[in-house]
């Protein structure tokens, strides 16, 4: 079976409150079975136009990335991240 990835481009706009996202977000994400396989780090955008911050979670499958991005725990921390920076979001199938 595919494995299943949650990919985001992000732009943080307020360091201190993001923090609160960073710290209540990975508990749940893991608990959903995720492993952060980018979370910031250095990167070089070589092409295109990008936000400042790209983060990888991969899923055991799409359906279960998909079921972490909706989980109502989840999305009531993603408001933090939402009031705090600029972001796109990118729900992916890996290659089987």
């Given at each position: 079976?595919?494995?299943?990835?949650?990919?985001?481009?992000?732009?943080?706009?307020?360091?201190?409150?993001?923090?609160?996202?960073?710290?209540k977000d990975?508990?749940?994400?893991?608990?959903?079975?995720?492993?952060?396989?980018?979370r910031g780090?250095?990167?070089?955008?070589?092409?295109?136009?990008?936000?400042?911050?790209?983060?990888?979670?991969?899923?055991?499958?799409?359906?279960?990335?998909?079921?972490?991005?909706?989980?109502?725990d989840y999305?009531?921390?993603?408001?933090?991240?939402?009031?705090?920076?600029?972001?796109?979001?990118?729900?992916?199938?890996?290659?089987?």
């Amino acid at each position: 079976m595919a494995k299943g990835y949650i990919i985001a481009h992000i732009t943080v706009r307020n360091p201190e409150e993001y923090k609160e996202y960073v710290e209540k977000d990975t508990p749940i994400l893991k608990g959903l079975g995720g492993r952060f396989v980018i979370r910031g780090g250095q990167s070089e955008t070589l092409e295109g136009e990008s936000l400042s911050r790209h983060v990888l979670i991969e899923f055991d499958s799409y359906e279960l990335a998909q079921k972490a991005y909706h989980d109502p725990d989840y999305q009531a921390v993603a408001e933090i991240r939402r009031r705090n920076a600029d972001s796109v979001i990118i729900l992916v199938e890996g290659a089987a």
